[in-house]
């Protein structure tokens, strides 16, 4: 009886903890979405060299996130990490990431004055728990030269 009562609590949990991670998920995707609405004249290039001949400054912009797994998240990936394969479930998670400290360069280029970043990059870390129970955690560094062009 008492194992069928931890089977049942297990489940629940499992379902609870589902439920909260997409619904965290989607809000901040909705989140997301609407500031690359606003943000979209802020221009973002992976070529080394600018577009634009002129610009009075060139100036450093860096946007850094750091998010966290959730235990459904890390429930699933411990389960098909024996099996091999892809982990469908944390590529939301990058995913969300890398377009986050995107928004949040786009913002700091925006604060600065300017309107095109070019050369950018990715640095990607992965945090581990503090022990092999607890959850981890990913940052995405976003940076590149923001050109601030003549008035």
């Known amino acids: 009886m008492l194992d069928l009562l ?5 489940c629940c949990l499992a379902t609870v903890g589902y439920v909260a991670g997409r619904f965290a ?6 989140f997301i979405r609407s500031r690359e ?14 577009v634009l001949p002129h610009a009075d400054k060139q100036v450093l912009v860096a946007g850094s996130v750091v998010i966290s797994e959730d ?15 892809r982990l469908k479930s944390y590529e ?6 890398r377009r986050e ?7 700091e280029a925006r604060a600065q004055g300017a309107r095109m ?3 950018v990059k990715f640095q990607t870390f992965s945090i581990p728990g503090k022990n092999r ?18 008035a």
Not at 6 to 10: A, G, Q, R
Not at 25 to 30: A, C, G, L, N
Request: glycine residues 10%; aromatic residues 12%; without cysteine.
């Open 37 to 50: 609405r606003e943000l979209a004249d802020v221009l973002v290039f992976a070529s080394r060299f600018p």
């Open 101 to 107: 400290a995107v928004l949040r360069m786009k913002e």
């Open 25 to 30: 998920e989607q809000r901040h995707y909705r």
């Open 71 to 85: 235990y459904f998240k890390r429930m699933v990936s411990g389960l098909q990490s024996l099996f091999g394969g």
């Open 6 to 10: 931890n089977i049942i609590l297990f």
């Open 133 to 150: 129970n607890s959850g981890g955690a990913v940052e995405v560094l976003a940076y590149g030269t923001g050109l601030v062009r003549p």
């Open 92 to 97: 939301s998670l990058v995913d969300r990431a």
């Open 117 to 119: 970043i070019f050369n």
